[in-house]
T-cell receptor, first 108, second 113 residues
Framework: KNEVEQSPQNLTAQEGEFITINCSYSVGISALHWLQQHPGGGIVSLFMLSSGKKKHGRLIATINIQEKHSSLHITASHPRDSAVYICAVYFGNEKLTFGTGTRLTIIP | DTAVSQTPKYLVTQMGNDKSIKCEQNLGHDTMYWYKQDSKKFLKIMFSYNNKELIINETVPNRFSPKSPDKAHLNLHINSLELGDSAVYFC????????????FGPGTRLTVL
């Protein structure tokens, strides 16, 4: 069965802290996406990866295909990073399967 | 200049009514999607279309009928609305398919009373 699990469900941290959000999946995949949903509701694609590591500004996404695991890291976190972060996996079946999301709150 | 647009942004209606949500993308993408996000923020695919052809119909009640008049538009019509249909509906598009980066519309919050 194609499943995606994210942890933690909720995360509260102080401004400046290093943040890690995890995503695990059940079987081999073709691609994994990290999405950000702003408090206003809009959804933005942050990364799409199938191997290795990608970096954009203070955000870093990594994937370990053998361990079926991906992480999203935020360095020097800021209150504007407060959002829901969603992992979505492409199992090769023409659709994305979504994790339950991680609600991140950064306190000034 | 909005890449993926949806209308309306909010929709409040009575049980039993029929309503439509419209989606348009100006990115030249071949694939479009409808997603439903429930009250716990969980996203799930409903439909996907590639070049106006239905690719995915994810066990959605047949009260929901997508229509794609051309590859830039994917509309969602819902008949006989039920309380459980209340959710946020997102349209999205991608160039090549579900493995490619997806661009989301702003969402339509549907409330059924």
């Amino acid at each position: 069965k194609n499943e995606v699990e994210q942890s933690p469900q909720n995360l509260t941290a102080q401004e400046g802290e290093f943040i890690t959000i995890n995503c695990s999946y059940s079987v081999g995949i073709s691609a994994l996406h990290w999405l950000q949903q702003h408090p206003g509701g809009g959804i933005v694609s942050l990364f799409m990866l199938s191997s290795g590591k990608k970096k954009h500004g203070r955000l870093i996404a990594t994937i370990n295909i053998q361990e079926k695991h991906s992480s999203l890291h935020i360095t020097a976190s800021h209150p504007r990073d407060s959002a829901v972060y969603i992992c979505a996996v492409y199992f090769g079946n023409e659709k994305l399967t979504f994790g339950t999301g991680t609600r991140l709150t950064i306190i000034p | 200049d909005t890449a993926v647009s949806q209308t309306p942004k909010y929709l409040v209606t009575q049980m039993g009514n029929d309503k439509s949500i419209k989606c348009e993308q100006n990115l030249g993408h071949d694939t479009m999607y409808w997603y439903k996000q429930d009250s716990k923020k969980f996203l799930k695919i409903m439909f996907s279309y590639n070049n106006k052809e239905l690719i995915i119909n994810e066990t959605v009640p047949n009260r929901f009928s997508p229509k794609s008049p051309d590859k830039a538009h994917l509309n969602l019509h819902i008949n006989s609305l039920e309380l459980g249909d209340s959710a946020v509906y997102f349209c999205a598009s991608s160039r090549l398919g579900a493995s490619d980066t997806q661009y989301f519309g702003p969402g339509t919050r549907l409330t059924v009373l």
